[in-house]
């Protein structure tokens, strides 16, 4: 497994300088220095960040996330903010020098990606949350961006990315092939999106029954995670298979020409009848591939608006298991990052078969802090899930 370039968008020596900083956590019995991991696997260098320890624990009533959002996501000092919108830019180069010039002129501290092409723009960044706010309300004004749907987190330790990367990119995100082939500016070749509450309702009513059924070809629902194996360790919708990639630039579900493919959810799936539910972080990569699965005939496609963040903010916890893996350097947000009334919920929801998926990559015992650790040889960078005890049995100070 390695480092998708939808993560970082940097390789060789940076990509392992980041890879660093992206530090998993460890207990608090160890001191604020360097530490490596020893296996006959790779070595696994991170350093003390304790004090994310309590925030990243599966969202269990065992292991409540004490960490409580206020009301307002402007209301913290650094936020994360991430959206996209497909619209047609004429002269996507001169776009990106309007927006760099604002940026400047106005001397906003921001770090982040910010890609824009013919298709449109996709955003992820951090910053003081009046810098960031004001970036996207100079947007806004501009009715082709008048109605982008934007998601915004806290930051507790500051910026999340190390950089900021503003450019044209040919694809806004990176998939096999490319995405100018796609039809993308034309709303009914994509998916039809779903509200958090429709998308709630949909889950709730199928969960129980066809989620379950063993054979594709007599399903009314699939649920489709799309995005990758290590998103889905660390939490997922119940009834989600795991996807079989490591980069979605990869991702084939639905494609395979025999429709034989024990890990393809899709296999033969009855395309004209079968509803398709997809899901992802932010929504960009489920519209991305709604597309193509149009194109292959899929007539029944539905995206979850917003993505799964957009749902925490709006459902909480209900119908997901465990935390939300994001691509900057916290790595991992319990849901009531996003949502005041999780812990509640948490509380009175009892501990089901499904909760306890997260496995150590060791032992493969459970684990109860959902954040991954970053393998540091280049040749590997293996994200991976690590238990206590494992740790401990396996650390040694440099």
């Known amino acids: 497994m390695r480092w998708c370039s939808q993560v970082f968008s940097v390789s060789g020596s940076g990509a392992h300088a980041h890879a660093l900083a992206l530090a998993p956590i460890v207990t608090a019995s160890f001191s604020n220095t360097s530490l490596v991991l020893q296996f006959q696997k790779p070595l696994f260098k991170f350093s003390n960040s304790s004090s994310l320890a309590l925030t990243h624990r599966k969202l269990l009533p065992s292991a409540l996330p004490l960490t409580q959002p206020s009301s307002s996501r402007e209301d913290f000092d650094f936020v994360v903010v991430n ?12 776009e990106v020098d309007k927006h760099r010039s604002f940026l400047q002129l106005e001397g906003l501290d921001i770090n ?3 890609y824009l092409n013919e298709q449109g723009i996709n955003a992820q960044y951090s910053g003081p949350s009046k810098d960031a706010m004001t970036y996207v309300n100079w947007l806004r004004k501009d009715n082709r961006f008048s109605d982008i749907l934007v998601q915004i987190s806290p930051s507790e ?32 070749m994509r998916a039809i999106p779903l509200s958090p509450s429709e998308w709630r309702d949909r889950l709730e009513s199928i969960n129980k029954t066809d989620l379950t059924a063993k054979d594709n070809s007599n399903r009314n629902y699939i649920l489709l995670d799309v995005r990758n194996g290590y998103e889905w360790d660390i939490g997922h919708f119940r009834g989600a298979q795991r996807p079989s990639v490591d980069c979605f630039r990869n991702t084939s579900f639905g494609l395979s020409r025999e429709e034989i493919t024990a890990s393809d959810p899709l296999s033969n799936v009855d395309k004209e009848k079968a509803n398709i539910l997809m899901y992802c972080t932010g929504g960009i990569r489920c519209d991305v591939y709604s597309s193509i699965l149009r194109q292959q005939g899929f007539q029944n496609l539905y995206t979850l608006k917003g993505g799964v963040s957009h749902y925490l903010k709006n ?26 009334g999780a812990t509640t919920e948490a509380e009175s929801t009892p501990v089901s078969g499904d909760d306890n998926f997260a496995k150590c990559y060791v032992c493969s015992l459970e684990v109860s802090e959902l954040r991954h650790r970053n393998c540091a040889n280049l040749d590997c960078n293996l994200l991976f899930l690590l238990c206590h005890a494992d740790a401990a049995d396996n650390v040694q100070r440099i």
Do not use: C
């Not at 959206?83 to 001169?94: K, L, R, S, W």
């Not at 040919?170 to 039809?183: D, K, T, Y």
């Not at 465990?322 to 849901?335: A, E, Q």
């Open 157 to 188: 330790k500051g910026h999340t990315f190390p950089t900021l990367k503003l450019r044209y990119k040919p694809s806004l995100v990176q998939f096999e092939g490319g995405m100018s082939h796609l039809s993308l500016l034309d709303p009914s």
């Open 315 to 340: 459902e909480g916890p209900a119908e997901w298991v465990g935390n939300l893996f994001v691509f900057d350097s916290r790595l991992s947000l319990p849901p009531s990052i996003y949502y005041t």
């Open 83 to 94: 959206f996209y919108h497909f619209v047609f830019i004429q002269d996507p180069q001169a």
């Open 112 to 114: 982040g990606r910010l």
